[in-house]
């Protein structure tokens, strides 16, 4: 879950208590998904997933709670490079840098599925909110809910969501 997949054929499987795959295009997603006889969700789709059947902003509610979630994280590649400087400094924010195994093993980044038993709601869905950026079916690219340190900068909770990325990009 650390590595990038190129040259590995994965599928889509969901389990408990597992560190989940990070380092994957919405591109790969949907290739494991196909294999799994699953597909990425439509925007639409994840969204109501998200907030289940009582339509809250979080899943669980419409006010975070802070920690409920995997969404109290820092920031791996500063703490693994140091500051770099300028955040637009393409030197310092690299492919190589972005894509490093050692980003989510870090204290503070990436949790395994469910271990924030709160993180969840009606329909029994868990992490949609904070831990990784969620692929959705869309050939542009398109993350859902946020991630370990991020789930507010785009949307709050389920309502978040960046297109900063291309479909056959992927990092941390």
């Known amino acids: 879950p ?6 590995h054929v994965v599928r889509a499987v969901s389990e408990p208590r597992v560190v989940p795959q990070a380092h994957i295009s919405a591109v790969q997603a949907a290739d ?11 925007a639409p789709e994840w969204r109501k997933a998200c907030m289940g059947p009582e339509k809250k902003v979080y899943g669980y509610g419409d006010d975070n709670q802070p ?4 969404d109290y994280g820092r920031s791996p590649v500063t703490a693994l490079f140091g500051s770099g400087g300028d955040p637009g400094q393409s030197g310092f924010w690299n492919f190589s840098h972005m894509n490093d195994p050692q980003l989510n ?60 990325h291309n479909a056959v990009y992927h990092d941390y």
């Open 67 to 70: 920690k409920r979630c995997n």
């Open 105 to 164: 093993q870090l204290p503070g980044t990436l949790a395994k599925t469910g271990e924030h038993d709160g993180c969840t709601n009606g329909y029994g869905v868990y992490d949609m909110v904070g831990n990784l950026h969620e692929w959705v079916d869309d050939a542009g690219g398109t993350f859902l809910g946020g991630y370990y340190q991020d789930t507010h900068e785009n949307g709050d909770g389920c309502t978040y969501r960046t297109m900063a």
């Open 32 to 42: 494991a998904c196909r294999r799994s006889g699953k597909r990425l969700c439509k």
């Open 2 to 7: 650390y590595l990038g997949i190129e040259g």
